[in-house]
Structure formats: structure tokens, C-alpha cells
């Protein structure tokens, strides 16, 4: 869930623990409004976890969870 806006993206709660969503991955093309996005329920892949010091969390990309579930294109 998209928990509230920061400088250069969002911050994301996954599975209880925060991360940043920077504003370039929260679409296949980067995003400069992220205010229709606070307050959804939307699916991320976490990229980048700190296990060590898990409040300040990681990095989330919904770019990199579309790109997952899009279908391979080849020309």
C-alpha cells in the first residue's frame, strides 16, 4: 500500500516493513505527479531490502513487477 509522499517518490508499506518508491519506478515511465497514487493498494517487487536495520526499510519498483507480468514482446 502507497503510505504517503516524499521528496523523489512515495513511501510503500510491504508486508509491514516501509520502503522507498522513487517517482522513475512507479510506472513503466517515470512519474512526475505521484498524487493519484497516496492511499492505493498496489503490487511492487521489492528491489533492495535492509535486513539489518529494517526501519529504514528498501526500495520498492512497480516498473520491474509490470515488467514481470507483461508479455515478452520480440520484433
Not at 493519484?36 to 493498494?41: E, S
Request: charged share 25%; hydrophobic share 35%; net charge positive.
Amino acid at each position: 500500500m502507497i503510505s504517503g509522499s516524499v521528496k523523489g517518490g512515495l513511501t510503500v508499506t510491504v508486508n509491514g516493513i516501509r520502503a522507498f518508491l522513487p517517482g522513475s519506478l512507479v510506472d513503466i515511465r517515470p512519474v512526475k505527479d505521484t498524487t493519484p497514487y497516496q492511499g492505493k493498494q498496489m503490487e511492487f517487487k521489492v528491489i533492495k531490502l535492509d535486513r539489518k536495520a529494517q526501519q529504514r526499510g528498501g526500495f520498492a519498483s512497480r516498473r520491474a513487477w509490470s515488467r514481470a507480468r507483461a508479455p515478452s514482446v520480440r520484433h
